[in-house]
């Protein structure tokens, strides 16, 4: 049997990337009695999920853009860096220039050093993420110094089914230091600095599910679920969330290979939806979860 599930002949690749099966995954009279508590809890998640900034934020700009929002202890953590530039109403980060002259990414990378050392960073990564603003990418900085500069990330998500309309799933590692021992989606991470979206999504399905580029070539296009706000502890989240779906058989070798999964596991839609009643999932991947369920039901 192939790695992957292949759906019909190549005449049909293009009709399945955008179909996914959709009348392999809920039969229809369960599809219609679930979408009312769906669309209910999908209101319900909005909330948790559209928050304004945390109090006495103010919006960031990098190069003359606005790329986010800064939080008063990561404002006054930075307030005597050269390069940055501190206003009533912004902070704003720029290139230095003159005699010690210093590009945006050094600029940044001691930006992040001094949160470090003044406690605003939850924990150094080692990895680096794009600078976003107003849809230019203006630079980098380390993932930790993300939240609390209130910077845009881009997550990318892989809900994979099976051929009988069971949801793959992966339980998040005891040992994360974000939501430890929740469940997620099959694939779910951030595209780091100079990274295709597409790219991201093959390096995270190797990484947190063993999976190839061959078995995911049927894969939808990345699609923009919505742009989540959210206030944490270190910061605020500004965060788009992105989604592929895809078909894979049982046959389909799946291992973790970063030690940030403990298991995977195929469930039934009704397992899936008491699992989200019972507040199983992280945040994101309820969203995603019951964003693909609502979609999958109304196109039955």
Not at 203 to 213: Q, Y
Not at 244 to 261: A, F
Request: proline share 5%; net charge negative; charged share 25%.
């Amino acid at each position: 049997m192939a790695a992957a599930h292949i759906l019909g002949s190549s005449s049909e690749v293009g009709k399945a990337r955008y179909a996914f099966h959709y009348n392999c995954a809920m039969k229809s009279q369960q599809a219609r009695q679930l979408l009312p508590s769906l669309e209910e809890r999908y209101g319900r998640l909005v909330p948790r999920i559209q928050q304004l900034p945390p109090s006495g934020s103010r919006p960031l700009t990098i190069m003359g853009r606005v790329a986010g929002w800064i939080t008063p202890r990561a404002t006054r953590a930075l307030e005597s860096l050269e390069g940055v530039r501190v206003e009533p109403e912004a902070v704003c980060i720029e290139a230095v220039v003159g005699q010690r002259r210093l590009p945006i990414n050094e600029v940044l990378a001691e930006a992040a050093l001094l949160m470090r050392d003044a406690g605003c960073l939850r924990a150094w990564r080692n990895e680096l993420l794009d600078v976003i603003g107003e849809g230019q990418t203006l630079g980098k900085i380390e993932r930790a110094a993300i939240r609390p500069l209130g910077m845009l990330t881009r997550a990318v998500h892989l809900n994979a089914w099976t051929p009988d309309g069971r949801l793959w799933i992966a339980l998040r590692s005891a040992s994360k230091s974000t939501d430890p021992g929740l469940w997620d989606t099959l694939v779910g991470g951030l595209a780091v600095a100079g990274e295709t979206l597409d790219a991201s999504l093959l390096r995270e399905s190797e990484e947190e599910a063993g999976l190839t580029p061959e078995q995911l070539a049927q894969r939808s296009d990345l699609r923009v679920i919505l742009r989540m706000h959210r206030r944490l502890p270190e910061g605020y989240q500004v965060e788009d969330v992105l989604v592929s779906e895809c078909v894979l058989d049982e046959s389909v070798p799946m291992r973790n290979q970063d030690g940030e999964v403990d298991e995977i596991r195929a469930v039934t839609v009704d397992e899936a939806w008491q699992m989200i009643e019972a507040g199983l999932f992280t945040v994101e991947a309820e969203l995603v979860v019951v964003e693909g369920l609502m979609r999958r039901t109304r196109q039955e």
